[in-house]
């Protein structure tokens, strides 16, 4: 069974890395300047600018 690829606010990371705010639909709703932000195994993720957004591993 593969990983999640999106993440919200308070999900635990499941690898070390760098991760991107996303919008809800990633295809169609780019963000200038998203956030990034740097976790550890089992860290928390923060919160995000908006409600409808999430987190997905910077690749």
Request: glycine letters at 10%; hydrophobic letters at 25%; aromatic letters at 12%.
């Amino acid at each position: 069974m593969g990983e999640w690829s999106q993440f919200s606010p308070g999900d635990t990371a499941p690898n070390d890395g760098d991760y991107l705010e996303i919008g809800e639909n990633a295809f169609h709703m780019g963000i200038n300047n998203p956030k990034i932000i740097t976790l550890k195994k089992g860290d928390t993720f923060p919160e995000t600018s908006n409600h409808n957004r999430k987190w997905k591993r910077k690749y």
